[in-house]
Nanobody, 120 residues
Framework: QVQLVESGGGLVQAGGSLRLSCAAS????????MGWYRQAPGKQRELVAV???????NYADSVKGRFTISRDNAKNTAYLQMNSPKPEDAAVYYC??????????????WGQGTQVTVSS
């Protein structure tokens, strides 16, 4: 069974830094797009950043210049480097992956989420 596991969340001071990781495990043939989304209380889930298998990235305007998404294809892992976080960045961060399993099935998976709290 293919799954995504996030790690690295926690409490960070505004202006500090935090790195989230998302590791995909199981029988995976190829991971196409990987992304990070977030959901704050009372708000809809929103895109934070995405990265293609070729390394093309796209960011929400609110995080451009502060957050960086990257991936290690050999490890089936994506990262989100959060620099200079603001209190409004506090949310549950979810990893998402569009992939083809070893059995040839296309899947769109979500991780369980990791809480990021930003203190001012």
């Amino acid at each position: 069974q293919v799954q995504l596991v996030e790690s690295g969340g926690g409490l960070v001071q505004a202006g500090g830094s935090l790195r989230l990781s998302c590791a995909a495990s199981g029988s995976i043939f190829r991971i196409n797009r990987m992304g990070w989304y977030r959901q704050a209380p009372g708000k809809q889930r929103e895109l934070v950043a995405v990265i293609t298998s070729g390394g093309t990235t796209n960011y929400a305007d609110s995080v451009k210049g502060r957050f960086t998404i990257s991936r290690d294809n050999a490890k089936n892992t994506a990262y989100l480097q959060m620099n200079s976080p603001k209190p409004e960045d506090a949310a549950v961060y979810y990893c998402n992956a569009e992939l083809r399993t070893g059995a040839g099935r296309q899947s769109n998976l979500w991780g369980q989420g990791t809480q990021v709290t930003v203190s001012s």
